[in-house]
């Protein structure tokens, strides 16, 4: 088989050890978050503020992981934020919910 004078010659490039480094150290810190989160899902009763630790610390994570993953980070901040705020806002808005729930239920069934 011939060799065309036309076809483009492959290049290997070497490994981005700075592109490897950042993405173990993501790894990292995503790592020891969720520890975190298991001593404290077994170590903590149950409870308003073992719940309230998870919602904070699961906002933390995905905040991380979209700045890191889908760039945000290195985005305007403002992008950033509008994203980040209406997050928050809507988490607080479910755990309102679920919190003002349990007490009508609370309520119904001492009336029984």
Not at 12 to 17: A, F, G, K, N, T
Not at 25 to 37: H, K, N, S
Not at 48 to 57: A, S
């Amino acid at each position: 088989m011939a060799h065309h004078a036309h076809e483009p010659e492959v290049q290997v490039l070497p490994p981005d050890r700075e592109k490897i480094k950042k993405l173990w150290r993501v790894a990292l810190i995503l790592g020891i978050l969720t520890l975190v989160e298991f001593v404290i899902a077994f170590t903590l009763p149950h409870g308003t503020l073992k719940t309230f630790i998870f919602v904070v610390m699961t906002i933390v994570k995905a905040a991380y992981i979209v700045g890191e993953f889908m760039h945000l980070r290195y985005e305007v901040k403002v992008l950033f934020w509008s994203i980040l705020i209406p997050t928050v806002f809507i988490v607080w808005m479910l755990v309102a919910f679920v919190y003002e729930g349990m007490k009508m239920s609370d309520i119904n069934f001492i009336r029984w």
